[in-house]
């Protein structure tokens, strides 16, 4: 995700909060991208290669667990220093949505968010 350049193409950013959803419909990847000040940018990666590892990923994690479940959604926090957090919603479908209403305040609430 690093190496996208369309993710990472704001200037001095230093993370990234991308929210991907795999279902057998489709699979969605999109977030963040924060400067030093925490002012967020909406992006989305360039091509098709994030989504096919994100379903990669949603796979290999499904063939894992015990009960063959797979997640619903992911986010996943990325640092300008290589750092590297991620969560997985299994319950939630509305987990992490993004309304017209509420986006602004998800900009908020990722910018507090460590790695």
Known sequence: MLQDPKLVSQDGWQKLILIGEVNAARTKVFGYSYNQQGDGRLTSPSSGISAERLEALHRIMQADNATGRGWLKC????????EIGADFEYDDPERWCHTPDNYQDRIKEYAALPV
């Open 75 to 82: 986010m996943i926090r990325v640092s300008h220093a290589g």
